[in-house]
């Protein structure tokens, strides 16, 4: 009778459906001199299970402390902001000096030239852009006339 309920026992443990209790009857009865036969082949995985609960973990895990940590990170990350705040001087200056420069010149027929061709570029952009409202008034009229009748 009893063959028969650890059977049923480990069918429900190899289901997963076994409760803490039950698998513990299942440890108690493995680890017990009267395993009938037929279950000897599973007395090695409760043993294990028993053998394993025994052991300890003697090993010492080195631990690191946070502090030191969050300093040299805080470290890394002020040298980065420092560096980017250099570069960016550094470029921005360079900047400065070429903006300096734009529109100042020293021969008045230099700056007469200058000016008139930075006018015609003008003139030229303002030009194309007459054009392209030009085809915006014909798409009104034309769409007006559509849906008006």
């Known amino acids: 009778m009893e063959y028969n309920k650890m059977e049923a026992l ?3 443990y190899f289901e997963g459906e076994t409760s803490i209790a039950e698998e513990n009857e299942l440890k108690n009865y493995f680890s017990s001199l009267n395993v009938a036969p037929h279950l000897e082949q599973y007395k090695p995985l409760f043993g294990f299970f028993a053998d394993a ?5 003697e090993k010492d895990v080195p631990f690191i402390q946070k502090k030191q940590k969050a300093a040299w990170l805080s470290i890394a990350a002020s040298i980065v902001v420092l560096i980017g705040i ?3 001087a550094f470029f921005d200056m360079n900047k400065e000096n070429e903006n300096k420069k734009l529109g100042t ?3 008045p027929k230099e700056a007469l030239q200058a000016t008139q061709k930075a006018l015609a570029l003008l003139s030229n952009n303002v030009n194309i852009g ?3 409202v030009q085809y915006i008034y014909v798409y009104e009229v034309t769409k007006e006339k ?3 009748q």
């Open 53 to 57: 609960q025994k052991e300890k973990f």
């Open 10 to 12: 480990l069918e429900k």
């Open 130 to 132: 007459v054009e392209g």
């Open 86 to 88: 250099g570069t960016y």
């Open 146 to 148: 559509v849906f008006v």
């Open 105 to 107: 010149y020293d021969d």
